[in-house]
């Protein structure tokens, strides 16, 4: 593959007739999931490794989850380039594995993913590797806001709202992003946290970012402490409506999910699926923060490496006892 290339797909926008129904309303699913690296990161990583490290590269590093970890050594692969990936003590080892199936190096750092990334910024220093940021830069946001392009390609009538999982912001960032591109810049975003890893949520009642002191979610690919600036900023501009969900509630979607459209996701993306099956955008209506008569809504489905068979019965024996 040249560096010219893009490394992620044009992913199917598929209308669910049962999430529909449930909130009277089209809805449609933005299947991330089926991009190659597992998840929508492939779109701004892929698209800052083009610009940034290039075939002379020493190697690229990136602090993840798991999702920008995977991504990152995807377009490593690709391009053939060495890299590492620092991963929090928290990483499912079904996600180490998967990081190393692609030829990736795998150090686990601290407890969390802020332990992660600032062991991966004093390597990058130390042995003059690329650093690869997970979500806050603006090249990774610009990557990002092709999901919107996709959209806007397929959809016939402008969304009534997009639903995204937050993290650290950077997919937020790219959809606001790509939303003014196209624009849309007035069509409301649900931002979707689990309790435990709403960094962007405690920002927005705080008035200010703050870093939380540990992520008890089990969604530990939201698992960022602190909410990246950028983010912050596009919330407080407006058309963002931050909510959060717990951990059962995101688990219970991703099995009504499974159900539903024969897909498994991670507990992250269902913090974004739990916004129609736990009844939340009708509240959303009800209070008046979202139109009554809705236009299509449209679910990122953002997809997820840290989910398996086992995995989802490991997180129902955790959260149903």
Known sequence: MSNSECF???????????????????????????????????????YLCQKVAGAGSKGVICSSGGNAGMAT??????????????????????????????????????KVWDDANAEALTLAQNEGLTFVPPFDHPLVWQGHASIIRE??????????????????GGLLCGVVE??????????????METRGANCLNEAMKAGKPVTLPDITSEAKTLGAKTVCSQAFEYCKEGNIISEVVTDSEALQAIELFLDEERVLVELACGAAIAAVYTGLIQRLQEEGRLPRRLGPLVVVVCGGSSISMAQLKHLK?????
């Open 8 to 46: 992620h797909v044009n992913t199917p926008l598929l209308e669910s007739l049962d999430m529909s129904k449930r909130i009277g309303t089209p809805v449609y699913l933005k299947m991330d999931n089926a991009q190659p690296s597992g998840s929508f990161k492939i779109r701004g990583i892929g």
């Open 151 to 168: 959209i806007k390609a397929c959809l016939l009538t402008k969304p009534g709202a997009v639903v995204v999982a937050v993290g650290g």
């Open 73 to 110: 050594a995807y377009v490593a692969r690709k391009l053939n380039i060495p890299a590492t990936i620092i991963v929090p003590s928290s990483t499912p080892e079904l996600v180490i594995h998967k990081l190393k199936s692609q030829g990736a190096t795998v150090k686990v750092v601290g």
């Open 317 to 321: 024996s955790k959260l149903q006892g």
């Open 178 to 191: 790509g939303l003014r591109e196209v624009g849309w810049g007035d069509v409301p975003i649900v931002a």
